[in-house]
């Protein structure tokens, strides 16, 4: 039964990481969404934005 216990999770960890290689090859990314800055925000997001007027009270959580 201890067997089993050891077993098992790293048998289901094995499967994890086999579907996960699996979905690479079946849905490849372009190279231009990898190489994307993490830090930069979308440039969608940067043009509908548009700062707060100055003398305008924080808006409450």
Known sequence: MA???V???LLMLGV???L???EELLLPQEDT????PA???PVAATAAS?????GSPAPSP
């Open 50 to 54: 548009s700062p707060a007027p100055a």
């Open 7 to 9: 077993l098992i999770p």
């Open 16 to 18: 994890v990481l086999v």
């Open 20 to 22: 996960g290689r699996y």
């Open 33 to 36: 969404d990898r190489r994307e």
């Open 39 to 41: 830090g930069a925000p």
């Open 3 to 5: 067997m089993l216990a």
